[in-house]
C-alpha cells in the first residue's frame, strides 16, 4: 500500500508566476496586473515537456536541465527534475522557468545517472506547487516519479475509487492519479505488468516518462495523442517530447516511442528495451503538434514540423491564396507558413495556373517586429491600455505596409481579439486591405487532451461562419486550411489525427462530447485493479 507521501519539494512560500493565458481576450479589469490581450500573441497553449535520461557514467542532472531548456516552449509555469544515484531518489521542483528554478547547486544536489524532467503548465489540477512535477511518491517497495505531458479524461473516477481504498492525494492533478494507481499495482505485479494494469486504466491522452527507482521508463498513450521519442548519446539515451531536446545533448534521434509501448532503459546507460503493452489500429496524433505546439527543428512521428508547416502554407495558398501586394508572418508561429505560402504563390496564381516568368515576384516581408522583451505580465490598469496591449508585443513597419494590400498569415484564431488588433494596428499603419490566411482549420470546440485552448463559449468560430469572423475581426478577406489539407500534408488519414477541436468530435471517449471512432473508456471501480488480466 503506497504511503500517499509527496516527495515532491517546491519552494515554500514562492509564489507561482502569473500563468500566461493562452487566450486573446482580456481578463475582467479588476486587478492592476494582469495577462494582456496581445501579450500572448500565440493561441492554445501546451502544457508539459517531459523527459528522461539514463547514463553510463556521468550525473543526469544537468543533461537533464538542457533538455528542459530545449522544451521550455511546452510550460513555463513550474520546472523540475528527480534523479536516483542508486540508493535514493533525489527531487527538485521549483515554480517559473527552467532558468529560474535551479541554481548551480540544485543541479549539483541532484545525484544520479538516471532522472526525468518535466516543464508545466498546468493542464489537470491547479496553478500551484503541489501540481508541479516530476510527481514523486516512496511506496513499500520501492520510489515512483512521474512526468507527463497530456490529460486523462478518467481521473476523477480512479482517484475516487483509490481514496476509498486509502490512498492519500495531495493535489487534484491526474498524474498524482497515475502515481498512486501504478505504486499499488507495483505492489502485486512486476515493473510491466504493473504499468500494463495502469494502462488498462486510465484513459486519455499521456506521454510519461517515470522513474522507479533508478530505472527510467517512457509511455505513451495507445493512441500516441502527445509526442513522444527516444535518443541515443553518446554515453546513454534519453526519451524526451520532442527530438529538439535529443538534438540538445548532441543525440541521434532513435525513433518514435510507439503509441501503446512502454520503453524502459537501461540504468547503466547500455540500451533500452521495448514492450508494446497496447495495440490498436488507429492513433490519434494531435495535428496542432505539427501546426503550433512544437518547434519547428523537432521531428514528430517521423515528420519534420518546420517542413510540415512549409507544407501547410503551400496548401493554405492553393486553397484560398489571394494577390496581394505583400505576404507578411505574424511572428514567430506564422513564419514556416508564411514562407511556404509566399513561395507557393510565386510558383502559381491565386487561380492555381502557372505564375508568368515576367510577372513581379509575390513580396514575402517581415512586416511586425516582435518585441521579445515583454514579460509574461506586464501593469496594465485601465481596459483601454489593455487594449492597446498589442502595441508592446508588436510594432508594424510601416514602409513595408503603408499603401499596400497586405495578407497576414498566422497559426489559429482562438477568440479573435488578437486578430482584431492585428488588423486595427496594420491598417493605422497605412494598410489599404489586411487578408487574414490561417495555417489550420477553425477551432469550433475545445481540448480535453492538454491543451489550454478556451472554452466553447469563448471560441469565435464555435457558433460563427467564417464570413461572420472576417466581419468581427475587420478583414478585407479570410481564408482558413481545411481537414483534409492537414491530414494529406501530415501523411495521415483523418481516423489517425486527432481532430477534436475542429470538428468537436474527439478519438477519446469524454462525458458530453462526440467521439469519431469507436472507443470506449475502462470501467473503473469494478475491482479491476487487481485482477487485470496481463
Ligand atoms: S483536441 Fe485539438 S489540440 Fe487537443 S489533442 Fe486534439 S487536435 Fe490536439
Request: negative net charge; aromatic residues 6%; contains cysteine.
Amino acid at each position: 500500500m503506497p504511503d500517499g507521501r509527496d516527495l515532491s519539494n517546491p519552494t515554500p512560500g514562492r509564489e507561482p508566476t502569473n500563468a500566461e493565458s493562452s487566450t486573446d481576450d482580456p481578463p475582467a479589469a479588476t486587478s492592476a496586473q494582469a495577462t494582456p490581450p496581445g501579450a500572448d500573441l500565440s493561441g492554445p497553449t501546451e502544457k508539459c515537456g517531459v523527459v528522461g535520461v539514463a547514463l553510463e557514467d556521468r550525473a543526469a542532472s544537468r543533461p537533464l536541465y538542457y533538455s528542459l531548456y530545449a522544451l521550455q516552449h511546452r510550460g513555463q509555469e513550474s520546472a523540475g527534475i528527480v534523479t536516483h544515484d542508486g540508493f535514493q531518489q533525489h527531487s527538485h521542483v521549483e515554480m517559473g522557468l527552467v532558468g529560474d528554478a535551479f541554481g548551480e547547486g540544485d543541479l549539483d544536489s541532484l545525484a544520479g545517472r538516471t532522472g526525468i524532467g518535466h516543464v508545466r503548465y498546468p493542464t489537470s489540477g491547479g496553478v500551484n506547487a503541489s501540481c508541479a512535477q516530476p510527481f514523486s511518491v516512496s511506496f513499500k517497495s520501492g520510489s515512483l516519479g512521474l512526468s507527463h505531458n497530456g490529460n486523462l479524461v478518467n481521473a476523477d473516477e480512479i482517484r475516487e475509487e483509490l481514496a476509498n481504498l486509502g490512498h492519500a492525494f495531495t493535489s487534484d492533478g491526474d498524474t498524482e492519479v497515475i502515481a498512486h494507481d501504478l505504486a499499488r499495482n507495483l505492489l502485486e505485479a512486476d515493473l510491466v505488468r504493473a504499468v500494463k494494469r495502469t494502462m488498462d486504466r486510465i484513459h486519455g491522452s499521456y506521454a510519461l516518462t517515470i522513474m522507479h527507482d533508478e530505472t527510467v521508463l517512457a509511455v505513451r498513450d495507445p493512441q500516441g495523442n502527445r509526442p513522444l521519442c527516444i535518443g541515443k548519446l553518446e554515453d546513454g539515451y534519453v526519451v524526451a517530447s520532442e527530438s529538439a531536446a535529443i538534438d540538445t545533448l548532441d543525440g541521434e534521434l532513435v525513433r518514435d516511442v510507439r503509441p501503446g509501448e512502454l520503453v524502459v532503459l537501461e540504468p547503466d546507460g547500455s540500451g533500452f528495451d521495448s514492450y508494446q503493452l497496447v495495440e490498436r489500429e488507429d492513433t490519434a496524433h494531435c495535428f496542432f503538434e505539427h501546426v503550433y505546439f512544437a518547434r519547428p527543428d523537432s521531428i514528430i512521428d517521423e515528420s519534420l514540423v518546420y517542413e510540415a508547416r512549409r507544407d501547410l502554407g503551400r496548401k493554405l495558398w492553393a486553397e484560398s491564396g489571394i494577390e496581394t501586394d505583400v505576404v507578411m508572418p505574424v511572428p514567430d508561429s506564422g513564419r514556416s507558413f508564411a514562407s511556404g505560402y509566399a513561395e507557393a504563390a510565386n510558383e502559381t496564381t491565386a487561380s492555381g495556373e502557372e505564375r508568368p516568368a515576367e510577372e513581379e515576384a509575390v513580396e514575402f516581408a517581415e512586416g511586425l517586429m516582435k518585441n521579445r522583451y515583454v514579460g509574461r505580465t506586464f501593469i496594465m490598469p485601465t481596459q483601454d491600455e489593455r487594449e492597446r496591449a498589442v502595441r508592446l508585443k508588436l510594432n508594424p513597419i510601416k514602409s513595408t505596409i503603408e499603401g499596400k494590400s497586405v495578407t497576414i498569415i498566422d497559426d489559429s484564431i482562438v477568440r479573435g481579439t488578437t486578430s482584431r488588433q492585428l488588423v486595427s494596428l496594420l491598417k493605422d499603419a497605412g494598410a489599404e486591405e489586411v487578408h487574414v490566411r490561417i495555417g489550420a482549420p477553425p477551432i469550433v470546440a475545445p481540448c480535453y487532451m492538454g491543451i489550454d485552448m478556451a472554452s466553447r463559449e469563448e471560441l469565435i468560430a464555435a457558433d460563427r461562419s467564417i464570413e461572420e469572423i472576417r466581419e468581427e475581426i475587420h478583414a478585407d478577406s479570410l481564408g482558413y486550411l481545411s481537414i483534409d489539407a492537414v491530414a494529406d500534408v501530415l501523411g495521415e488519414s483523418r481516423l489517425d489525427l486527432c481532430l477534436g477541436c475542429v470538428t468537436g468530435e474527439y478519438p477519446y471517449d469524454i462525458d458530453g462530447e462526440d467521439t469519431d471512432r469507436d472507443v470506449q473508456r475502462p470501467v473503473i471501480g469494478d475491482g479491476a485493479t487487481a485482477s487485470a488480466d496481463d
